[in-house]
């Protein structure tokens, strides 16, 4: 790696800390053991056609903290990740339907927003290099014929109202052979979508109408101890502790108690795994919806008093997600700091990880620069700046030190690829519903 790629690598914090690069250092020397486990675990349960995975690096542990089955963000990868797409599209593609020639892709219907628009153009553009012809697809009920909308960038999209003809989806006189979802169905799932022949990757059951993030991470907790047991660690350090607490109504503070009682039992676990591990900052926690996206209904808690003592404005902003879905469950999640900044002014940052299928294909650095180490950075404000992935993260050159940088992302790949692993299991167990 020459110089100029070493000073395109943002600046970690926790490169100089002690317990996360013994982690990194024993995924590094169990090289051949992670992948041969890996592998097994893709016979198993095959991988989601795509996911991102929200990483937090705490210097003690690293751990994912959302991962997003319907992934936006594909125009804020860097450059050097369109190989590793590409190859990976071409085999999830030819397994899912070997005969698949032409790809319907159905984005989200809030089209307003242009910079998403980048996004749908860049993995318009990634299928077309990988050999598919592309068509755009609404669910919109209002969409009545074509219509063109041009991004942020000045991408020109035509969308197509999606029409059904017995048993498949087409859109004018496309019949495509697989249908891809960009749309994670926040605002509930279409009836279109119901019983269709041609393969929906991912499948519709596992959109926000029907998924739950308490599901993901009980199943992510039973990949992390799995792996844990393979490494003969603790799976604390690359498992959020998480509760959740059923039914809740923020306005009309029902299931407050039970939301206060889980945040105390929470703390006193994360406090245990800090006096253990000899970690001096405060604990806190991540109440959060336990379905839904965009960093919506999201809030910081280091007392359950703060629950109770929550205004007006403050119930509110909890009590609906994501195209106003309102919050009817909520998850209580170990909040697991981020030590790593990014750039001259050293702004807190978090790593995003993508992968197709269950390669890890690139990512990014979600950067904030009015917001703090225990804060959610998916908020107005945040941009993004490119990992530079010098090879893919699941070929590290073992002859580095384990803080050098093509290594740290190893570890990415890894904690980000137990996530993929979880979702795995989420679509085999809930996909169909």
Request: with cysteine; aromatic share 8%; hydrophobic share 40%.
């Amino acid at each position: 790696m020459g110089i100029e790629h070493l000073q395109a690598v943002p600046h970690l914090n926790t490169a100089l800390s002690g317990p996360l690069l013994q982690l990194e250092g024993l995924m590094l020397a169990n090289q051949t053991r992670i992948e041969a486990w890996f592998r097994q675990l893709w016979r198993d349960t095959p991988a989601p056609f795509y996911a991102s995975v929200d990483l937090r690096n705490a210097g003690y542990k690293l751990a994912p903290v959302d991962t997003n089955l319907f992934p936006a963000g594909f125009n804020n990868l860097g450059p050097g990740t369109e190989a590793l797409c590409i190859q990976a599209l071409q085999a999830v593609l030819e397994r899912s339907c070997p005969t698949a020639n032409g790809v319907l892709l159905i984005p989200e219907a809030h089209t307003r927003n242009l910079f998403y628009l980048d996004s749908v153009a860049r993995l318009v553009e990634l299928l077309r290099m990988a050999g598919y012809e592309v068509r755009l697809g609404t669910l919109a009920p209002d969409a009545t014929g074509p219509h063109t909308l041009v991004s942020k960038s000045g991408h020109e999209l035509t969308f197509e109202p999606v029409q059904r003809e017995n048993d498949r989806l087409s859109v004018g006189d496309f019949r495509p052979c697989v249908v891809v979802l960009n749309n994670d169905l926040s605002s509930g799932r279409p009836a279109i979508l119901d019983g269709v022949k041609q393969p929906i990757l991912p499948p519709p059951g596992v959109g926000w109408s029907n998924r739950l993030k308490s599901e993901h991470f009980t199943l992510y907790s039973d990949v992390a101890r799995e792996f844990a047991e393979l490494l003969g660690i603790d799976p604390w350090l690359v498992d959020p502790l998480h509760r959740n607490c059923g039914q809740i109504n923020f306005m009309k503070r029902e299931g407050e108690e039970c939301l206060a009682g889980n945040i105390d039992a929470l703390l006193t676990q994360i406090r245990a795994k800090y006096s253990a591990y000899g970690i001096e900052q405060e604990p806190f926690v991540v109440v959060k919806a336990d379905a839904g996206t965009y960093g919506m209904a999201v809030m910081m808690v280091r007392s359950s008093d703060e629950v109770r003592q929550l205004n007006r404005k403050q119930r509110t902003k909890m009590a609906a997600g994501k195209e106003g879905l309102e919050v009817s469950g909520a998850i209580i999640q170990e909040g697991v700091y981020t030590l790593e900044t990014w750039g001259e002014k050293q702004s807190t940052a978090e790593p995003v990880v993508y992968m197709i299928d269950h390669f890890v294909v690139g990512g990014f650095y979600r950067v904030h620069t009015g917001k703090g180490t225990s804060d959610n950075l998916n908020a107005p404000g945040m941009q993004f700046e490119p990992l530079a992935f010098a090879e893919p993260c699941n070929t590290p050159d073992l002859a580095r030190a384990p803080g050098a940088c093509a290594n740290r992302f190893y570890g990415y790949g890894v904690v980000a690829r137990l996530a993929l692993a979880a979702a795995a299991r989420e679509i085999a167990r809930f996909g169909s519903r």
